[in-house]
């Protein structure tokens, strides 16, 4: 996602709900264009349009369709950086990530091929060196761990680690966690191909947790063996609301995210 229109995850579930098609931002100039395609947490979301206008022409309808509260509280939002101009981005839901069905293409044997040609020449244009194989390896003996974990075991520091991580999403061959990463199917076929096959531990069925419910919600869903979101709508509301790290807001997101696939919280925890 482009740091210029960063949103909350709140922000984005309501855009992919249609609540919301408007974002307003104070810049010295356009920072997006017609068209551009965000990849962000719950998808797409795509600019379709971008204009500037005057902060007085903001009306309460304006700041109900970018999820603010009223229009005081957008015009609050806006107060900072007062000497640059107001911009109204129009926005839209445009899909899953294409990168999640890849994710789970199996590549045949030229694929295969093509996928490790395209491996080698990010390994020759890294300062660093060879990087990608170890890295898929890394990653796929320790699943669901933390990028910095995993940067300190290469010696890498965190950021730089975590960008050639994205060059390995973008060839949806690895994906990211609520917390870690893992490979996907498609990943697990290149590394096979590339080492020979290895036994993993069987491939948790479901969705995985939400990405947008922060690390101490995702910590303490995992200390319950609860690792996707079927698992969740197991437990009611109320049960994992007492547990430490399951805030509202966590618990508001899950609910969210069950909805999107026909599912809720449980009405009683079975015995």
């Known amino acids: 996602m482009l740091p210029c229109v960063l949103m909350r995850p709140a922000e984005l579930e309501a855009i992919r709900e249609g609540r919301v098609d408007l974002a307003f931002r104070r810049w010295d100039r356009p920072r997006v264009k017609v068209g551009t395609r965000l990849r962000t947490a719950v998808g797409l979301v795509e600019v379709v349009s971008v204009e500037q206008v005057p902060l007085s022409s903001l009306r ?100 730089e680690f975590k960008r050639d991580v994205r060059k390995l999403k973008e060839r949806g061959l690895t994906e990211s966690l609520a917390i870690g990463y893992r490979l996907s199917p498609r990943g697990e076929v290149v590394l096979d191909h590339e080492d020979g096959p290895r036994e993993r531990a069987p491939r948790r069925e479901g969705t995985p947790l939400p990405r947008t419910i922060g690390a101490p919600a995702t910590r303490a869903l995992r200390a319950v063996d609860l690792h996707t979101l079927q698992a969740v709508s197991t437990w009611t509301r109320h049960d994992l609301a007492a547990l430490h790290g399951v805030g509202p807001i966590a618990l508001d997101r899950l609910e969210a995210a069950l909805a999107q696939l026909g599912l809720s919280f449980a009405d009683r925890r079975p015995g």
């Open 60 to 159: 309460a309808e304006d700041a109900r369709r970018a999820g603010a509260h009223s229009l005081a509280a957008l015009k609050d939002v806006l107060a900072a950086r007062a000497e640059r101009p107001v911009f109204r981005v129009g926005l839209r839901y445009a899909g899953v990530d294409p990168r999640e069905t890849l994710r789970g293409q199996l590549p045949d044997p030229a694929e295969v091929v093509a996928i490790l040609a395209g491996l080698d020449r990010l390994d020759a244009a890294s300062p660093v060196g060879p990087w990608t194989r170890d890295t898929l390896r890394l990653i796929d003996r320790n699943p669901e761990v933390r990028a910095p974990e995993l940067a300190a075991r290469l010696g890498r520091p965190t950021a």
